[in-house]
Nanobody, 117 residues
């Protein structure tokens, strides 16, 4: 059974940083062979939106709203997906979800990030 578990969320002041980690288990391929892995977020009262994604070949995409502040990366040895978030702003407050596309789309349960004074 494929499982994705996010960690690293918490509360931080504007301008601060957090690093999210998604650990994947139960999948039959190495993390670098997964077609697409991504971070999404859902703020209160809003639709879930794509934040960043990384593809099998290693190329990455970042949404305009986080470009230059967030960086998605993959640790093949640890089988983890990471999201380094710098210069956090109140509008980044959301539940952050990890996903993996491998024959079907798998989701984690999410981790809450709160940015406030």
């Amino acid at each position: 059974q494929v499982q994705l578990v996010e960690s690293g969320g918490g509360s931080v002041q504007p301008g601060g940083s957090l690093r999210l980690t998604c650990t994947i288990s139960g999948i039959d391929v190495p993390i670098y062979a997964i077609g697409v892995m991504a971070w999404y977020r859902q703020a209160p009262g809003k639709e879930r939106e794509l934040v960043a994604s990384i593809f099998r070949g290693g190329s990455a995409y970042h949404a305009d709203s986080v470009k230059g502040r967030f960086t998605i990366s993959r640790d093949n040895a640890k089988n983890t997906l990471n999201l380094q978030m710098n210069s956090l702003q109140p509008e980044d407050t959301a539940v952050y979800y990890c996903s993996a596309d491998h024959r079907e789309k798998y989701w984690g349960e999410g981790t809450l990030v709160t940015v406030s004074e």
